[in-house]
């Protein structure tokens, strides 16, 4: 299934803008947008799903990198993020299909996909297992399901509910759901991308770096549901 999910925003959120005290690295280079695609096996005619597109900083990149050929499926449920993300893909980049997902539905064709990435979006997922069983229907046996989430930063926040809350998750409750839900999991990278601080004048205080992880898990390809 040749469409890697174009960042699917269920209570798909984008990314908040980051005020950043490190101007000069550019987010391609910061998000590790070129191991993302390798992760997610890109090529030309690869058909994928962003889930949680937002304004489409990765659907964007997704459809040069699946060319004219291929299809990217940009997947969100906030109205306001529809409208930007379709701003932003304008009438140059026909490979690009917006489809407006529910909070436990992205609206995916069946065993298509190649691919789906979901970048700091699947915290949000209120019904998490709904989603995940209509993501690994999506997939073509085979196709990879990549995750990239913020690291919970404070040490009292163990519960799920409070690192939600926060707008992160722990990796280890995201593994257990990719396997009740039916995926292999194929690589886990607990210190994947280090994010630019928020800027600071007061040096005494400056937060350390946050840090995301990174899940990389598949439809089992003898999986036919």
Same mark, same amino acid.
């Given at each position: 299934? =040749?469409?890697?999910?174009?960042?699917? *925003?269920?209570?798909?959120?984008?990314?908040?803008?980051?005020?950043?005290? =490190?101007?000069?690295?550019p987010?391609?280079?910061? *998000?590790?947008?070129?191991?993302?695609?390798?992760?997610?096996?890109?090529?030309?005619?690869?058909?994928?799903?962003?889930?949680?597109a937002?304004?489409?900083?990765?659907?964007?990149?997704?459809?040069?990198?699946?060319?004219?050929?291929? =299809?990217?499926?940009?997947?969100?449920?906030?109205?306001?993020?529809?409208?930007?993300?379709?701003?932003?893909?304008?009438?140059?980049?026909?490979?690009?299909?917006?489809?407006?997902?529910?909070?436990d539905?992205p609206?995916?064709?069946?065993?298509?996909?190649?691919?789906?990435?979901v970048?700091?979006?699947?915290?949000?997922?209120?019904?998490?297992? @709904?989603?995940?069983?209509?993501?690994?229907?999506?997939?073509?046996?085979?196709? =990879?399901?990549?995750?990239?989430?913020?690291?919970?930063?404070r040490?009292?926040?163990?519960?799920?509910?409070?690192?939600?809350?926060?707008? @992160?998750?722990a990796?280890?409750?995201?593994?257990?759901?990719?396997?009740?839900?039916?995926?292999?999991i194929?690589?886990?990278?607990g210190?994947?991308?280090?994010?630019?601080?928020?800027?600071?004048?007061?040096?005494?205080?400056?937060?350390?770096?946050?840090?995301?992880?990174?899940?990389?898990?598949?439809?089992?390809?003898?999986?036919?549901?």
């Open positions: 299934m =040749r469409i890697v999910l174009a960042c699917l *925003s269920i209570l798909l959120v984008s990314p908040p803008a980051v005020a950043q005290d =490190r101007p000069s690295v987010r391609d280079q910061w *998000s590790r947008v070129d191991d993302l695609f390798r992760e997610l096996g890109v090529t030309a005619g690869s058909h994928v799903a962003d889930v949680g937002g304004q489409g900083f990765f659907t964007t990149r997704l459809a040069t990198a699946v060319g004219p050929q291929g =299809r990217v499926y940009a997947v969100d449920v906030n109205p306001v993020s529809l409208r930007e993300l379709k701003n932003a893909i304008g009438d140059e980049r026909p490979n690009v299909e917006i489809v407006r997902g529910d909070e539905d609206h995916l064709p069946a065993d298509s996909l190649d691919a789906v990435l970048v700091n979006a699947y915290h949000e997922f209120a019904e998490y297992r @709904a989603m995940l069983a209509h993501l690994r229907a999506a997939l073509r046996p085979g196709g =990879r399901l990549v995750l990239v989430e913020p690291i919970p930063s040490a009292e926040d163990t519960t799920r509910e409070a690192q939600t809350r926060r707008h @992160a998750i990796i280890e409750f995201v593994e257990q759901d990719l396997r009740e839900a039916g995926f292999e194929t690589k886990k990278d210190g994947f991308i280090t994010r630019p601080r928020p800027h600071t004048d007061d040096t005494t205080k400056r937060a350390p770096e946050p840090t995301d992880w990174l899940l990389v898990a598949v439809r089992p390809p003898g999986d036919g549901r």
